[in-house]
């Protein structure tokens, strides 16, 4: 599938096929792919749960708003970030960089992240809003469909993942074979209401 049939098709999708199994090999495709995705100087902070125990499943769906997806897609992520990515040997991140980037590179990782609690958080929630597009348009490209989900329990879904404290929840992303149309696209903006040129009046 073209990129650009790929965004014009995906949807959020709420019912899937609870039958339907992936393959390892499909899992890792998806997860391959992700990790593709671009952070800020390469620090690669997102962090990739992937919830295959159904008892555990059940419980994050008992503080989602009982959504269905959570037990029912057949690939279901919480998608999280370590803050402190950063700072956990920086060097891994630019290792086949040449020796002169990497001087420039590791310095500059420190100055733009330490002190700055706010700084960090914002950077996780860009990176794993970029991975959950990368999983969403894949999951279109190999015939799956997704759904991205914020309607949770952040406090007691970390409780139940055992979410270490310097790490963030962002999101759930489920991916799965849809089993119902979602809803026509309920009213787009149109562009001249949404785009800016040079700045605001």
Not at 135 to 156: H, I, R, V, W
Not at 173 to 199: M, S
């Amino acid at each position: 599938m073209k990129t650009t049939d790929a965004i014009r098709s995906r949807r959020a999708v709420k019912h899937f096929d609870a039958s339907h199994s992936m393959t390892e090999e499909e899992v890792n495709e998806f997860l391959s792919l992700a990790v593709l995705s671009p952070t800020a100087f390469n620090i690669q902070n997102w962090r990739y749960v992937v919830v295959t125990d159904q008892e555990l499943r059940t419980q994050i769906r008992e503080v989602s708003w009982d959504q269905a997806q959570v037990t029912d897609a057949s690939l279901f992520i919480v998608l999280c970030a370590d803050l402190k990515s950063w700072e956990k040997q920086p060097d891994r991140y630019w290792i086949n960089a040449p020796k002169e980037v990497q001087e420039f590179m590791l310095p500059a990782i420190d100055d733009y992240y330490r002190g700055k609690d706010q700084v960090q958080r914002d950077e996780a929630m860009r990176s794993c809003g970029i991975s959950a597009q990368t999983l969403m348009l894949t999951a279109k490209s190999m015939g799956y469909d997704s759904c991205p989900m914020d309607g949770f329990d952040f406090e007691k879904v970390a409780e139940l993942i055992h979410l270490p404290d310097d790490h963030v929840i962002a999101m759930f992303v489920a991916i799965g074979k849809g089993t119902k149309e979602p809803w026509p696209r309920p009213g787009q903006l149109e562009l001249d209401e949404v785009i800016i040129k040079n700045r605001f009046a």
